[in-house]
């Protein structure tokens, strides 16, 4: 530390004249911190559901490829098949 410290600062010793100014710097810190936290908190509670929409939007696409992957395991199905491959040929031979 190179700084230097007066002996006497207005009639107090110079380590508390230190000492007093780094209490200043502190609060002035701590006082521009808790402004910055302030605002964050204000600005979280004007958009409380910002996120939620991302993850419900998640949610459904789970739910989304679940079904869609149900339904192909149950048109593979050979019974699902021969079914629509009837009713194709029905209505092809209706016309």
Do not use: W
């Amino acid at each position: 530390m190179d700084t230097h410290i007066p002996i006497i600062v207005d009639g107090q010793a110079g380590i508390f004249a230190h000492s007093k100014a780094k209490i200043v710097e502190l609060n002035a810190r701590a006082k521009e911190r808790l402004c910055l936290m302030d605002a964050r908190m204000r600005t979280l509670m004007a958009e409380p559901e910002e996120g939620a929409a991302t993850a419900e939007y998640a949610v459904v696409l789970i739910a989304a490829t679940g079904f869609a992957a149900l339904l192909v395991t149950i048109l593979k199905s050979d019974a699902i098949k021969t079914l629509l491959t009837n009713l194709i040929k029905k209505a092809l031979n209706v016309g």
